[in-house]
């Protein structure tokens, strides 16, 4: 390639990423702190070599367009993809990429965080300290549920839900998970764990988190029908997509006590939160921040940066996402 390739990142990356990136492309940034609004991203995305997208940005069919012909790759600065059209890339002649691995072990880490925090009413007791109020230590205050030596059922168990069982392992948990796939023996013997029928799972499960992409079959996969087998002392965990949780349905169940609490990082209609659960005190919410470490946001810019430079060099990106774009 004799001239500099383009790239244009949607959100600024850490600077490392970014820095390796100038050393053979002319870059943009769109500095924006809530993101480019859709009609500014299709004009700014004209005639570039490759862009960085986040998963707030759709990519598909009109994007692509509005790219342009030399667009080479769109390499997402995230693990899931459920923003990317795959066979509107593929349909364009366009890689895609994300991060996957990089991101496992410190997205099971918030999992893990969230259960804690929920089970043992960390963010209720925080609350609580904070509004100033006279207390003194009580054999009744603020009970929640024990965490070690109960089940933790897990639900999508691919990289991410193995990593929280191999953290579940380590408190004693039974653990049991439900998958479209029977995991291999040495992983099922790694992790300890067992695999449950999805009803089985609901009712047999003192802990339940989410690890599954988001699809038109996992959308809504956890609304009333779904609290309804819950135990009531169990707590829900999500760390996937906003929209697997019929959110208003789960606000419903955690006021009635059908379950205990839940510990949410993602929301269905990000970044807006169902008004009802943040009147809630049984549920934990933070804004998406299952891999946000300094580690991990730098080797997620990282990666991102070497699915690019493939893609120009005319090499096979490491965790390209659409194979059959060449074929
Ligand atoms: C974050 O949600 C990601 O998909 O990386
Ligand atoms: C609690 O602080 C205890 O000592 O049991």
Same mark, same amino acid.
């Given at each position: 390639?004799?001239?500099?390739?383009?790239?244009?990142?949607?959100?600024?990356?850490?600077?490392?990423?970014?820095?390796?990136?100038?050393?053979?492309?002319?870059?943009?940034?769109?500095?924006?702190?809530?993101?480019?609004?859709?009609?500014?991203?299709?004009?700014?995305?004209?005639?570039?070599?490759?862009?960085?997208?986040?998963?707030?940005?759709?990519?598909?069919?009109?994007?692509?367009?509005?790219?342009?012909?030399?667009?080479?790759?769109?390499?997402?600065?995230?693990?899931?993809?459920?923003?990317?059209?795959?066979?509107?890339?593929?349909?364009?002649?366009?890689?895609?990429?994300?991060? #996957? @691995? /990089?991101?496992? *072990? !410190?997205? &099971?880490?918030?999992?893990?965080?969230?259960?804690?925090? %929920?089970?043992?009413?960390?963010?209720?007791?925080?609350?609580?300290?904070?509004?100033?109020?006279?207390?003194?230590?009580?054999?009744?205050?603020?009970?929640?549920?024990?965490?070690?030596?109960?089940?933790?059922?897990?639900?999508?168990?691919?990289?991410?839900?193995?990593?929280?069982?191999?953290?579940?392992?380590?408190?004693?948990?039974?653990?049991?998970?439900?998958?479209?796939?029977?995991?291999? #023996? @040495? /992983?099922?013997? *790694? !992790?300890? &764990?067992?695999?449950?029928?999805?009803?089985?799972?609901? %009712?047999?499960?003192?802990?339940?988190?989410?690890?599954?992409?988001?699809?038109?079959?996992?959308?809504?996969?956890?609304?009333?029908?779904?609290?309804?087998?819950?135990?009531?002392?169990?707590?829900?965990?999500?760390?996937?997509?906003?929209?697997?949780?019929?959110?208003?349905?789960?606000?419903?169940?955690?006021?009635?006590?059908?379950?205990?609490?839940?510990?949410?990082?993602?929301?269905?209609?990000?970044?807006?939160?169902? *008004?009802?659960?943040?009147?809630?005190?049984?549920?934990?919410?933070?804004?998406?921040?299952?891999?946000?470490?300094?580690?991990?946001?730098?080797?997620?810019?990282?990666?991102?940066?070497?699915?690019?430079?493939?893609?120009?060099?005319?090499?096979?990106?490491?965790?390209?996402?659409?194979?059959?774009?060449?074929?």
């Amino acid at each position: 390639m004799s001239e500099r390739p383009n790239v244009l990142i949607t959100r600024p990356v850490m600077s490392e990423a970014e820095k390796a990136l100038r050393e053979r492309c002319d870059v943009t940034v769109h500095e924006n702190e809530f993101g480019i609004p859709r009609p500014e991203l299709l004009e700014v995305v004209a005639g570039r070599d490759a862009l960085i997208t986040m998963l707030t940005e759709k990519v598909d069919a009109e994007l692509l367009a509005a790219a342009g012909p030399q667009l080479k790759i769109v390499a997402n600065h995230a693990v899931g993809f459920d923003n990317i059209n795959l066979a509107d890339c593929t349909a364009a002649g366009v890689m895609a990429t994300n991060t #996957p @691995e /990089v991101l496992t *072990e !410190t997205t &099971a880490d918030t999992a893990f965080a969230l259960l804690m925090s %929920a089970a043992r009413r960390v963010g209720e007791g925080e609350r609580f300290l904070r509004s100033r109020q006279k207390w003194i230590w009580g054999p009744l205050m603020m009970m929640g549920q024990d965490v070690h030596h109960k089940t933790i059922g897990i639900v999508g168990f691919g990289r991410i839900g193995q990593a929280v069982a191999r953290r579940a392992k380590g408190f004693g948990m039974k653990v049991v998970y439900h998958d479209a796939v029977q995991l291999p #023996p @040495e /992983v099922e013997a *790694e !992790t300890g &764990a067992e695999r449950r029928e999805m009803d089985v799972l609901l %009712a047999e499960a003192d802990f339940i988190s989410i690890h599954v992409n988001l699809t038109e079959e996992t959308r809504h996969l956890f609304g009333a029908e779904a609290f309804g087998k819950m135990k009531p002392t169990a707590v829900l965990v999500n760390t996937s997509r906003g929209p697997v949780v019929d959110e208003q349905a789960l606000a419903d169940a955690l006021k009635a006590g059908e379950i205990f609490a839940a510990g949410l990082d993602v929301f269905e209609r990000e970044p807006d939160v169902t *008004e009802d659960l943040l009147q809630l005190e049984n549920v934990v919410i933070i804004p998406h921040l299952g891999s946000a470490t300094v580690d991990t946001r730098l080797a997620m810019g990282m990666l991102t940066v070497e699915n690019v430079f493939a893609a120009i060099d005319g090499k096979l990106p490491p965790t390209l996402l659409n194979p059959d774009v060449f074929e």
